[in-house]
């Protein structure tokens, strides 16, 4: 049974650098599959922030594009999120998915980890 | 980026029928996936591609396209069914590695 566990600080101060790691268990990350980071303020909907490939091919939303940071690290078969810079609008709770691309036609995030809120303050 | 417009609120009577519908120039290259979310939990997948549910999902849903439009449809809506739904896609613009959600539609059961 696959699983995805997020982890990192729960509060980060503003002006300094989110991280998150998103352990993944019963499949290695090794074998393939993009990964993905999505967040969702509280009260707000899902908003995709990036994903990588295995081989450490990576994809991000534009318009976070110039203060994210999506790693792989497959010895430890995790991937982590760094977001630069953050601000209040960065508080959220952030999910690590597995992103599934094998159809051309469409792409889905089959399978989500809980969670995990950070908030940004001071 | 590729934009999706869904309703913010929706409302079906217990035991009806309800679509939900999902807007967006990208639905016109690539098919929608659909994601229900209750409250303090995390999305879990409805529907992808064309009409396809995963293992353990009611068969009461059910999913459709139609230019650039996608529809998530419940027949026989249940209590349990009343939670937020999402749909998202591939970004038909620029590189198309990027994926893109929708805002996102309230399901009320009443």
């Known amino acids: 049974q696959v699983q995805l566990q997020e982890s990192g600080p729960g509060l980060v101060k503003p002006s300094e650098t989110l991280s998150l790691t998103c352990a993944v268990s019963?499949?290695?990350?090794?074998?393939?599959?993009?990964w993905g980071w999505i967040r969702q303020p509280p009260g707000k909907g899902l908003e995709w922030i990036g994903s990588?490939?295995?081989?450490?091919?990576?994809y991000y939303n534009p318009s976070l594009k110039s203060r994210v940071t999506i790693s792989v690290d497959t010895s430890k078969n995790q991937f982590s999120l760094k977001l630069s810079s953050v601000t209040a609008a960065d508080t959220a709770v952030y999910y690590c998915?597995?992103?599934?691309?094998?159809?051309?036609?469409?792409?889905?995030?089959?399978?989500w980890g809980r969670g995990t809120l950070v908030t940004v303050s001071s | 980026s590729s934009e999706l417009t869904q309703d913010p609120a929706v409302s079906v009577a217990l035991g009806q029928t309800v679509r939900i519908t999902c807007q967006g120039d990208?639905?016109?290259?690539?098919?929608a996936s659909w994601y229900q979310q209750k409250p303090g939990q995390a999305p879990v997948l409805v529907i992808y591609?064309?009409?396809n549910r995963p293992s353990g999902i009611p068969d009461r849903f059910s999913g459709s396209s139609s230019g650039n439009t996608a529809s998530l449809t419940i027949t026989g809506a249940q209590a349990e069914d009343e939670a937020d739904y999402y749909c998202?896609?591939?970004?038909?613009?620029?590189?198309?590695?990027?994926?893109?959600f929708g805002g996102g539609t309230k399901l009320t059961v009443l």
């Open positions: 998915a597995r992103l599934n691309t094998a159809m051309v036609r469409y792409w889905y995030f089959d399978l």
């Open positions: 019963g499949y290695s990350i090794s074998s393939g599959y993009y």
């Open positions: 990588i490939y295995h081989s450490g091919s990576t």
């Open positions: 990208s639905l016109r290259s690539y098919y």
């Open positions: 591609g064309k009409n």
């Open positions: 998202n896609s591939r970004d038909s613009s620029g590189n198309h590695f990027g994926m893109v």
